[in-house]
């Protein structure tokens, strides 16, 4: 194996940006890619087999693009990049930053981040019903919500409804003080912080005054029809199968429903059957109804819990291949234990 080197030339006014704090970020790619990167002034030289090298430059190239964009660079970026260069598909960095959706009410460019959300988004786009499905931390709900608030500011939609189930996160909060609004807030404090981050309080609290922007559980849905609205129903892993077919069957003519959730996080009583996981089986062959999955690859907030998310997956895979989990009628998950106790008490019923 051959030892090569290269040089790359960064702008001064980009190298911060790029290398990151302590050249954190030069580091990440000198460890992944088995390179040695030297640095001096804006000048950056890159040795290792050609195989790597190429990698490198690529990556510090493409990361150089979307500086100049002026985007903040991120170690979710890098690490992004990274995993991108070893499919070949580098390119597609800067092509997913090309798509800004709108921006925060500090300035801040709100953009799809990866492959994942931006066939996300996409979609978003093009049906009228969208079922966004994904662990924590992938945008799920974010995105939507800047979607909506987009279409709504663009006069697209007349009305923006965020709803979602009120149920306890495997915890019993009892009798909860306060009128009905303090009850179910708590609930929906997820869908408030990102309207406010993004709207801001005071347009946030001027339109759900007119009635333009409601954020209700999703019982409140049950007896209307909703037309000309951009609706996000909000972990709906938790809905039950009755709710999930009670809120479809509300959407009314010039309406858009995002639908998303977390099929790992379900807080539903024990034996009780998902609404999302039956909508998936149900309405997976209708054209107007678009299905995205966002993975580990697609979690864009700290990079541990890209880590977290991944290292549960694997744990759930290896207990589920070692118990030969399957799952009953109403989509529980049974064992190989469980369906050998039913195996036999039905034979005991037959004598």
């Known amino acids: 194996m051959s030892i090569v080197e290269t040089i790359i030339n960064i702008p001064m006014e980009h190298t911060q940006n790029i290398f990151g704090q302590f050249d954190a970020y030069a580091k990440i790619i000198e460890k992944t890619l088995n390179v040695t990167i030297i640095t001096r002034n804006n000048e950056l030289k890159v040795i290792g087999d050609n195989d790597s090298v190429n990698k490198a430059k690529s990556v510090f190239l493409k990361l150089l693009e979307l500086s100049k964009r002026g985007n903040t660079i991120t170690e979710q970026n890098v690490n992004y990049a990274l995993s991108l260069g070893f499919e070949n598909k580098e390119d597609m960095l800067v092509e997913i930053d090309k798509d800004l959706i709108c921006h925060t009410i500090n300035g801040k460019p709100i953009k799809p981040k990866t492959l994942g959300q931006k066939a996300y988004v996409d979609q978003i786009r093009k049906k009228m019903i969208v079922f966004g499905i994904g662990p924590a931390g992938t945008g799920k709900t974010y995105l ?208």
Do not use: C
């Open 144 to 351: 939507a919500m800047a979607m909506g608030i987009n279409a709504f500011k663009n006069d697209e939609v007349s009305k923006i409804i965020l709803t979602r189930p009120a149920i306890e996160a495997g915890e019993k909060l009892g009798f909860l003080p306060g009128d009905l609004q303090s009850k179910v807030d708590p609930y929906l404090r997820p869908l408030y912080d990102a309207l406010y981050q993004i709207m801001g309080p005071e347009s946030y609290l001027r339109n759900t005054e007119k009635g333009l922007i409601e954020v209700a559980p999703l019982a409140y849905m049950r007896g209307r029809t909703l037309d000309n609205a951009f609706i996000i129903l909000d972990e709906a892993q938790n809905t039950t199968p009755a709710q999930m077919k009670m809120f479809l069957t509300r959407i009314g003519f010039g309406s858009k429903v995002i639908i998303t959730g977390d099929l790992t996080q379900k807080d539903l009583p024990s034996g009780q059957a998902s609404g999302l996981d039956v909508a998936m089986k149900v309405l997976g062959k209708i054209d107007d109804i678009g299905f995205s999955y966002l993975t580990s690859q697609d979690v864009v907030r700290h990079p541990l819990v890209q880590k977290i998310v991944k290292a549960y997956d694997e744990f759930e895979k290896r207990n589920d291949n070692r118990g030969g989990n399957t799952t009953d009628n109403r989509g529980v998950k049974i064992t190989e234990i469980d369906k050998k106790k039913r195996t036999r008490r039905a034979t005991i019923k037959k004598k």
